[in-house]
């Protein structure tokens, strides 16, 4: 199979991700992915959920925080500015907070607590997590490209999604006994209905929120995840452990493509030996590739001669990964 | 005492409550079985705000974002927890249900 045949078969995968352990090309994929499928006619988001995002680099353009930016027609990037989200939620709670209790100041403990939660590490991350929700609920695209931060967290992200599942059921299994509770009180006490416990509503409208996310990630109909590796040994070995385990969390693998691949034509030329003994060593590698992930390899692109940046290197890229021009 | 309460402890405790309230029916006045639906209601309120926002059970219980999200509705139940923790009498009841 090639890649055009994966997405031509596959028309309702329209959320696309690119894994891979830290800079092998999930960006420069993602980037170029959403170049084809742009030129081919659809409607395109490339979003980062990386705090660190690299398609302003890539793009050339400086996106970061300014919600959708049109690269070319049909081509929309987006870098989220998980501060900016923050800083705009934290008012949005003490708004509800004042509203809710016709307080003008909010109390120092609450303050306190408000500004501690939003100093976490993972808040940034879990305030990333939720803003995707929009993204890909938004529906005005015809694919999302997902640009994926190394697989260490990725795995993060979808255990956290399993994890929290767990822990909202049980919380929330929690929250519905102490309604009853009340419930019983209020009958016996021949008291008017209990109000609805809108704690129960928040936690019900959390989990739809996270089911949102780790529902996507493990997709198969509608889903199509990646993996980038190269001619490395301990990178095979890496990326056969990862897509292991990337499997028990049911991520659908759609196959594995190669980067970095040192083209054979150097190889009649007049080329350093260094060079010499690393294309060996590549032939050796890819030959392994092959093997290890037997039937599943979608494409190999080659090492260009510079970094991938700005339209004309991605649509370079875009031709390696996909076939050339249709 | 330890406050590293599991996901089936903490589970299993309000289980507890369940069936602790099924004995106390009998034999007692609607006064009374009110009072004490409602000082369950309020352990449980106490259990619930020590779990997701007290970082007691050792493992991030929500992600922080979806944390702060609750905290509105538990405002005036924020001093009273602080107060409840001091008293540490309150949560070793809690705790004991069940893990002892
Ligand atoms: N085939 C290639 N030829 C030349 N340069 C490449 C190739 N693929 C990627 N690069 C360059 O390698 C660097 C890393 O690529 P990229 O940013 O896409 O990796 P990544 O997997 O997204 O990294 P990270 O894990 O940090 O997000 C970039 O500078 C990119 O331009
Ligand atoms: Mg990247």
């Given at each position: 199979?090639?890649?055009?045949?994966?997405?031509?078969?596959?028309?309702?995968?329209r959320?696309?991700?690119?894994?891979?352990?830290?800079?092998?090309?999930?960006?420069?994929?993602?980037?170029?992915?959403?170049y084809?499928?742009?030129?081919?006619?659809?409607?395109?988001l490339?979003?980062s959920?990386?705090?660190q995002a690299?398609?302003?680099?890539?793009?050339?353009r400086?996106?970061?925080?300014?919600?959708?930016?049109?690269?070319?027609?049909?081509?929309?990037?987006?870098?989220?500015?998980?501060?900016?989200?923050?800083r705009?939620?934290?008012?949005?709670?003490?708004?509800?907070?004042?509203?809710?209790?016709?307080?003008?100041?909010i109390?120092?403990?609450?303050?306190?607590?408000?500004?501690?939660?939003?100093a976490?590490?993972?808040?940034?991350?879990?305030?990333?997590?939720d803003e995707?929700?929009?993204?890909?609920?938004?529906?005005?695209?015809d694919?999302?490209?997902?640009?994926?931060?190394?697989?260490?967290?990725?795995?993060y992200?979808?255990?956290?999604?399993?994890?929290?599942?767990?822990?909202?059921?049980?919380?929330?299994?929690?929250?519905?006994e102490?309604?009853?509770?009340?419930?019983?009180?209020?009958?016996?006490?021949?008291?008017?209905?209990?109000?609805?416990?809108?704690?129960?509503?928040?936690?019900?409208?959390?989990?739809?929120?996270?089911?949102?996310s780790?529902?996507?990630?493990t997709?198969?109909?509608?889903?199509?995840?990646?993996?980038?590796?190269?001619?490395?040994?301990m990178i095979?070995?890496?990326?056969?452990k990862?897509?292991?385990?990337?499997?028990?969390?049911?991520?659908?693998?759609?196959?594995?493509?190669?980067?970095?691949?040192?083209?054979?034509?150097l190889?009649?030329?007049?080329?350093?030996a260094?060079?010499?003994?690393?294309?060996?060593?590549?032939?050796?590698?890819?030959?392994?590739?092959?093997e290890?992930?037997?039937?599943?390899?979608?494409?190999?692109?080659?090492?260009?001669?510079?970094?991938?940046?700005?339209?004309?290197?991605?649509?370079?890229?875009?031709n390696?990964?996909?076939?050339?021009?249709? | 005492?330890n406050f590293?309460?599991?996901?089936s402890?903490?589970?299993?405790?309000?289980?507890?409550?369940?069936?602790?309230?099924?004995d106390?029916?009998?034999?007692?006045?609607v006064?009374?079985?009110?009072r004490?639906?409602?000082?369950?209601?309020?352990?449980?309120?106490?259990?619930?705000?020590?779990?997701?926002?007290?970082?007691?059970?050792?493992?991030?219980?929500?992600p922080p974002?979806?944390?702060?999200?609750?905290?509105?509705?538990?405002?005036?139940?924020i001093?009273?927890?602080?107060?409840s923790?001091?008293r540490e009498?309150?949560?070793?009841?809690?705790?004991?249900?069940?893990?002892?």
């Amino acid at each position: 199979m090639s890649m055009r045949e994966v997405f031509d078969q596959n028309p309702n995968r329209r959320y696309i991700m690119y894994g891979g352990k830290g800079g092998l090309g999930k960006t420069t994929f993602s980037a170029a992915t959403a170049y084809w499928l742009a030129k081919q006619g659809f409607k395109v988001l490339v979003f980062s959920v990386d705090p660190q995002a690299s398609l302003s680099d890539i793009f050339k353009r400086d996106i970061f925080g300014k919600g959708p930016v049109e690269i070319m027609p049909n081509l929309f990037a987006q870098e989220i500015d998980a501060d900016q989200r923050i800083r705009e939620y934290q008012d949005e709670i003490r708004q509800k907070i004042r509203d809710m209790y016709g307080m003008t100041e909010i109390p120092e403990e609450i303050e306190n607590y408000i500004q501690s939660v939003a100093a976490e590490p993972a808040m940034e991350e879990s305030a990333i997590f939720d803003e995707v929700v929009d993204i890909v609920g938004s529906n005005e695209y015809d694919y999302y490209i997902y640009d994926l931060v190394p697989l260490g967290h990725a795995l993060y992200y979808l255990s956290m999604a399993s994890v929290y599942d767990q822990w909202i059921d049980k919380i929330t299994g929690l929250r519905t006994e102490m309604e009853e509770y009340s419930k019983v009180a209020n009958v016996m006490q021949r008291d008017k209905e209990t109000e609805e416990d809108q704690i129960l509503k928040e936690l019900q409208f959390i989990k739809h929120r996270i089911n949102v996310s780790s529902g996507i990630l493990t997709d198969k109909l509608k889903t199509a995840f990646f993996f980038v590796v190269t001619p490395e040994e301990m990178i095979i070995l890496d990326t056969k452990k990862a897509s292991d385990l990337f499997a028990k969390f049911d991520v659908p693998l759609a196959g594995y493509i190669v980067n970095r691949v040192i083209p054979a034509e150097l190889s009649g030329e007049n080329i350093p030996a260094y060079l010499v003994n690393r294309m060996e060593m590549q032939t050796t590698y890819l030959k392994e590739i092959d093997e290890v992930f037997a039937g599943q390899v979608l494409a190999r692109v080659p090492e260009f001669e510079r970094d991938i940046t700005g339209l004309p290197m991605i649509e370079r890229v875009a031709n390696e990964m996909f076939g050339g021009k249709k | 005492m330890n406050f590293k309460l599991t996901v089936s402890q903490i589970t299993r405790t309000a289980g507890g409550f369940t069936r602790a309230f099924g004995d106390m029916v009998y034999g007692a006045s609607v006064y009374e079985i009110v009072r004490g639906l409602h000082k369950e209601r309020s352990h449980l309120e106490h259990l619930f705000i020590l779990i997701v926002f007290g970082d007691i059970v050792g493992i991030p219980v929500l992600p922080p974002y979806y944390t702060l999200r609750l905290l509105p509705y538990v405002v005036p139940n924020i001093n009273g927890w602080k107060r409840s923790l001091l008293r540490e009498r309150d949560l070793t009841d809690l705790c004991d249900q069940e893990i002892t």
